[in-house]
């Protein structure tokens, strides 16, 4: 018989930890998860009772992530449903346009509240001399995705492009799905809301091709990624003026595959499991490092959030069709918004800066020497080098998006310009040689052949049950061999 103790200490598994939030590779939600799976598969047939299945369990994990903000999830879809269903009946123009200002003000309202007050307070003071305090407002998970998620529905609603559902449990659905609700990718309801009523069926291939990418998603975030950040990155960048130029430049190429391996792998994760699920998601990456310039890499990184940048900030802005002189402008400012989205620092903002600097300074050469570039971009000698610049130019911009502060970003790049000797390889081996093994085979894997992992995958068709077992257990052997006590949180958990 259970002891009072171990029933509190039972019940108390089911109850929001702020020190162990629950995410993909926490053992409860194997439990959950599992449970879910099965009675999501008795209820297959019941369409109103597993969406209903669904939001509950879905909720249930924002709540297991987050605490009570999840509230504010459902807050944001009661709102929202209103007022796309309104947008949508609404005949007069103006009356749609005012309520579409509505919707787009209260989300970006309770977004710049939670994530922009604080930020907001500092700047005032540094700049007028006053002294409020901050509010000190904690950051509910995941409200920047769910919210431009929120944007790009009554959006499409008002421009005829969606029309919204008239059940709240499907909208519910929408906004809150668990695999994608605490990190993203952001997804939009065109591609997904169809989905909804369609019925389950889940093929061999679907199931073959979520358990990779669910598996090559736990591998990127949890061996890899977790390594490199507990064993170089982190300290580094805590303190680059006591480490060497060598030290700090490959803390830099180090976090170039972190952040890469965190964000993609979480990624994969997410679309494999709502593969299993029934649904399918669009890529997130798509080996962004292998871009010949910064236009194709953000057409390869976080492509949910680059595309929607595209078309609910970029193109509303004019895009390139008002001149040349203003596209420029319309790629700085929507890359100087894309920092601010990810956080409330001026870190972010430059992190932006840079890259929509870039992108108008890419576009103006491409323009000065496409007759040039037409003949050179097809060699393969352009090419590698295109790669390498492009690649160390983002590796340059994450410096500042990882670094705590502008003092401790340029003490990295002062200790890399002027502290930076090979002399010492030999001992800067011997001391971290396993981390930089793991780093090659980061930047190793990533460079494969694009359509490599597309046949590996297609490979996994054939195994059968034995085979699936495998290849669990021995990503559960490296996954202990490499584990460590310490916890490292998602990067993107933060945004």
């Known amino acids: 018989m259970f002891s009072s103790f171990d029933t509190t200490a039972f019940l108390k598994q089911f109850l929001y930890d702020a020190k162990n939030p629950l995410l993909f590779n926490n053992g409860f939600f194997v439990y959950l998860f599992f449970v879910f799976m099965v009675l999501y598969y008795l209820l297959r047939n019941n369409f109103k009772a597993r969406t209903n299945l669904f939001c509950l369990t879905s909720l249930y994990f924002f709540y297991k992530a987050s605490g009570f903000f999840v509230v504010l999830v459902i807050i944001s879809a009661i709102a929202d449903f209103i007022l796309s269903n309104a947008i949508y009946k609404q005949k007069e123009q103006h009356k749609k346009k005012l309520l579409l200002i509505v919707s787009i003000v209260s989300n ?99 199931f073959s091709e979520g358990f990779f990418l669910i598996i090559t998603g736990l591998f990127k975030k949890l061996i890899i990624s977790d390594y490199i950040t507990l064993n170089l990155v982190n300290y580094i960048f805590d303190a680059p003026e006591k480490y060497s130029g060598l030290e700090n430049l490959f803390a830099v190429y180090g976090y170039a595959v972190v952040i890469y391996c965190d964000f993609s792998g979480y990624s994969s994760i997410a679309i494999g499991i709502a593969r299993w699920l029934g649904f399918k998601i669009p890529p997130n990456f798509i080996s962004p490092y292998q871009s010949l310039d910064i236009t194709e890499f953000w057409r390869r990184w976080h492509i949910s959030l680059s595309s929607w940048l595209r078309d609910y900030l970029y193109i509303p802005l004019g895009g390139n069709k008002l001149g040349k002189i203003r596209q420029y402008f319309n790629l700085f400012a929507t890359m100087l918004l894309g920092g601010l989205w990810h956080g409330a620092s001026l870190n972010f903002i430059f992190w932006g800066a840079l890259h929509g600097i870039a992108l108008a300074i890419h576009k103006l050469w491409g323009e000065a020497t496409k007759n040039i570039m037409a003949k050179w971009s097809k060699s393969g000698l352009y090419k590698f080098f295109a790669i390498v610049i492009t690649f160390h130019f983002v590796c340059f911009c994450w410096i500042f998006f990882k670094a705590k502060n502008f003092k401790s970003a340029g003490e990295i790049i002062s200790q890399i310009q002027h502290h930076l000797v090979f002399n010492i390889w030999n001992q800067f081996w011997g001391n971290y040689h396993s981390v930089l093994i793991m780093i090659f085979l980061g930047i190793g894997l990533h460079f494969l052949p694009e359509n490599y992992s597309n046949k590996i995958s297609f490979k996994f068709q054939k195994l059968g049950i034995i085979g699936f077992s495998a290849i669990f257990l021995l990503f559960a052997l490296a996954y202990g061999f490499f584990k460590s006590s310490e916890q490292v949180m998602p990067i993107y958990l933060q945004f």
């Not at 919210?147 to 909208?171: L, Q, R, W």
């Open 108 to 206: 970006l309202s309770l977004l710049f509240y939670f994530k922009y007050t604080d930020f907001a307070i500092e700047i005032l003071n540094n700049t007028f001399s006053t002294h409020l305090n901050p509010l000190n407002i904690l950051l509910p998970v995941g409200i920047s995705f769910y919210t431009f998620e929120n944007i790009s529905y009554t959006v499409d609603v008002y421009k005829g492009e969606f029309v919204p559902v008239k059940k709240f449990n499907e909208y519910l659905l929408f906004l809150s799905f668990f695999p994608k609700l605490v990190m993203g990718p952001i997804v939009r309801a065109r591609d997904f809301v169809p989905q909804i009523s369609q019925p389950f069926n889940i093929t061999k291939e679907d």
